[in-house]
């Protein structure tokens, strides 16, 4: 039972990861490209390495011998993993997973072209002349993003023919590793989008957590609530496409799989579009630590890292997340402060302080959690975590 695990990727997602692992009698070794990131202040042991730099990697991997792999960022030179598989180490959830996944290219491809589920239409570009004659084949409005990157980073919505320069240069910005593409696909006008949170195992079925709803910005998301309100046959047919591409990939771990909702009304049978999938835990999913299930999803993702087989997935409570970000004017580098106003601890409610040793423009800091009874409007909920957040002050 007592493994050595190595994160690649240590912030606020693999903090949690790791309090959950070691509550198992794990040891684990943090692994980021800063010194002092959140994972590495309550992990075993901890690295600094470029993750894009192969032979750093390999250096990571031969000097600790893990026994398991867990990625948790994009910037990870993923096909790497084939030969540590081969080496014996279990890499969550597969290797062919976390490689293809890391790109938006390969996940994509694998959803619409081989798996045949819904997505947006869409079209990749290497290049600005690319991006434009993309753009002129799945129409204006449309959605830019990286074919490497997290949290919104690089990520936009072309308006106008003068919008693709601007696109195209904010995408590089945001491109995390050496790859200079990024997909455009055509602007979906859906009524709501969903992370639903999928569980794979090795010894047991898939299950899913109750649907999350959010709302982003900057390609962000800002507050999450669980569950989202939705008609029955909606949640079973993204519940099909979770399971259909989580299959395809293998493995097992807790994914993020993302859907719009298109035309969800009584008077039409609306419309389910895949959009993006993650082999981890979600930002979204950080609703989860406000006791919304008989287990967080990182309770989860450690189960099934661990081959401890989870028979259920139980909804205990409503909830709802609201995170608290550093300013559009911080200086990247600085030192931050959070300070909790002495009226921040209301009923019903938590939070989170990250401790990550620096901010940069919008860097997620901390969270707010919110949570009551099943009966609850969890817009109610979202507007208390709200709330909490605000009394979250960062200097």
């Avoid at 901890?46 to 990625?71: F, R, S, Y």
């Avoid at 996944?101 to 947006?120: Q, S, V, Y």
């Avoid at 195209?168 to 790859?179: N, P």
């Amino acid at each position: 039972m007592h493994k050595k695990v190595l994160l690649l990727g240590s912030g606020e997602l693999g903090k949690e990861v790791v309090i959950a692992l070691q509550r198992y009698g794990q040891t684990v070794v943090a692994v980021d490209s800063y010194a002092g990131a959140p994972a590495m202040q309550v992990a075993d042991d901890c690295e600094v390495i470029n993750m894009l730099d192969g032979e750093a990697l390999d250096g990571v991997v031969a000097k600790h011998q893990p026994d398991i792999i867990v990625p948790e960022v994009e910037s990870i030179r993923t096909e790497r993993f084939y030969a540590y598989e081969e080496q014996g180490i279990h890499v969550v959830p597969s290797a062919r997973a976390a490689n293809f996944t890391m790109n938006r290219k390969a996940i994509r491809d694998l959803a619409a072209a081989e798996l045949k589920l819904k997505t947006a239409p869409y079209r990749y570009a290497a290049s600005y002349d690319e991006l434009a004659e993309g753009v002129n084949a799945v129409g204006i409005p449309c959605v830019v993003k990286p074919l490497m990157s997290s949290s919104g980073k690089g990520q936009s919505v072309i308006r106008s023919e003068e919008d693709i320069k601007t696109a195209w240069d904010y995408a590089m910005s945001g491109s995390r590793g050496d790859l200079a593409e990024v997909i455009v696909e055509s602007f979906i006008d859906f009524d709501y989008e969903i992370t639903l949170l999928t569980l794979t195992q090795q010894r047991g079925p898939t299950l899913f957590c109750p649907p999350i709803g959010h709302r982003q910005e900057r390609g962000d998301y800002q507050e999450s609530w669980q569950p989202m309100p939705m008609a029955p046959h909606l949640l079973e047919e993204a519940q099909r496409m979770a399971k259909s591409v989580t299959t395809s990939l293998g493995g097992a771990g807790i994914w993020g799989v993302e859907f719009f909702i298109q035309n969800a009304t009584e008077d039409s049978e609306g419309s389910v579009y895949f959009s993006e999938l993650s082999p981890r835990p979600h930002d979204t999913g950080m609703v989860t630590l406000a006791g919304t299930q008989n287990f967080s999803e990182f309770e989860l993702h450690a189960r099934a890292v661990l081959n401890i087989p989870v028979l259920s997935i139980e909804h205990l409570r409503n909830g709802a997340s609201a995170v608290v970000l550093a300013s559009e004017g911080a200086m990247a580098g600085d030192s931050p402060v959070v300070h909790v106003d002495s009226d921040a601890v209301l009923p019903d409610t938590d939070f989170r302080i990250f401790g990550k040793p620096s901010v940069r423009p919008f860097r997620r800091m901390a969270v707010g959690l919110a949570h009551g009874p099943l009966d609850t409007d969890v817009r109610a909920l979202v507007v208390r975590a709200q709330e909490v957040a605000r009394k979250l002050r960062l200097e």
